[in-house]
Nanobody, 114 residues
Framework: VQLQASGGGLVQAGESLRLSCTNSKSIDSYNAMGWYRQAPGKPREMVALIDRGGRPNYGDSVKGRFAISRDSAKNMVDLQMNSLKPEDTGVYYC?????????WGQGTLVTVSS
């Protein structure tokens, strides 16, 4: 599987960004897809996941600000990030999850300045 992420960049606090992840295979083949992030010196953390049925799950720090969506026809998963904070800065990784396996795309850097 190949996961291609795009949409990172440099924004100011309070602004928005939209990340996109395209899967080379059907996203319906996976139990869930979503996004993780890793800030410098910190472990990777779950940001948002969406399961095959479209049910989202968010990390506590992004609830109410981020929204994950999926498009089966395009094999894409998007992450709309609003009201960004400096602590949202990090490398964001797209992931595809099967029971017992997890696949990763290359990261895309999100930098939020104060």
């Amino acid at each position: 599987v190949q996961l291609q992420a795009s949409g990172g960049g440099l924004v100011q606090a309070g602004e928005s960004l939209r990340l996109s992840c395209t899967n080379s295979k059907s996203i319906d083949s996976y139990n869930a897809m979503g996004w993780y992030r890793q800030a410098p010196g910190k472990p990777r953390e779950m940001v948002a996941l969406i399961d095959r049925g479209g049910r989202p799950n968010y990390g506590d720090s992004v609830k109410g600000r981020f929204a994950i969506s999926r498009d089966s026809a395009k094999n894409m998963v998007d992450l709309q990030m609003n009201s960004l904070k400096p602590e949202d800065t990090g490398v964001y990784y797209c992931s595809a999850i099967l029971i017992g396996s997890q696949y990763w795309g290359q990261g895309t850097l999100v930098t939020v300045s104060s």
